[in-house]
Each structure stands twice: as structure tokens, then as C-alpha cells.
């Protein structure tokens, strides 16, 4: 499986989804390039991200492009640098 470099801002997800009481709400579900810019922009913004990877029973909808580019799914928590 190929690895995935996050930027310094970002984190992947160890345990539970972040609870909304400690700042974080659910952003996007996103993979490949557009997945870099997004956390790109979001670091540029001043958010933290925490990212979950999916596996294709947790992705809604048609998820053929995915599968056949091989991409990794992950879903973007963000907050607020503090």
C-alpha cells in the first residue's frame, strides 16, 4: 500500500472520531490529488486535520473510480489551530 505524506498540520486518526466538543467537525471525504489540496488550503487557513481512512464499505455511492485508480479514501476532521 503506498504511503501517504501529510502535511505538518495534519494527522491520521488513531481510535475514536474526534468529539465536536473539543472543536472538531467533519469536513470532507476526499482522496488523491484533490486530497492534497484540500489540506493545503486548510493548513493555509490555520486548521488542524485529523484524517480517517475508508474502506470502500464506508463510501457512499459509486466508488468504481476509486477502486480502479487504486486511490486511498479519507475523511477530513478540522479545527482551529490552538
Not at 501517504?4 to 495534519?10: G, I, R, T
Not at 480502479?68 to 479514501?73: A, V
Request: glycine letters at 12%; proline letters at 7%.
Amino acid at each position: 500500500m503506498k504511503r501517504v505524506n501529510f502535511p505538518p498540520h495534519c494527522r491520521l486518526l488513531e481510535g475514536p472520531p474526534p468529539s465536536p466538543d473539543e472543536g472538531w467537525r467533519e469536513a470532507v471525504i476526499s482522496g488523491g490529488e484533490h486530497l492534497k489540496r484540500v489540506l493545503e488550503e486548510y493548513g493555509e487557513l490555520g486548521f488542524q486535520c485529523l484524517l480517517e481512512e475508508l474502506g470502500e464499505e464506508n463510501l457512499e455511492g459509486c466508488t468504481q473510480c476509486y477502486k480502479l485508480g487504486g486511490e486511498r479514501m479519507f475523511r477530513v476532521y478540522v479545527r482551529r489551530d490552538v
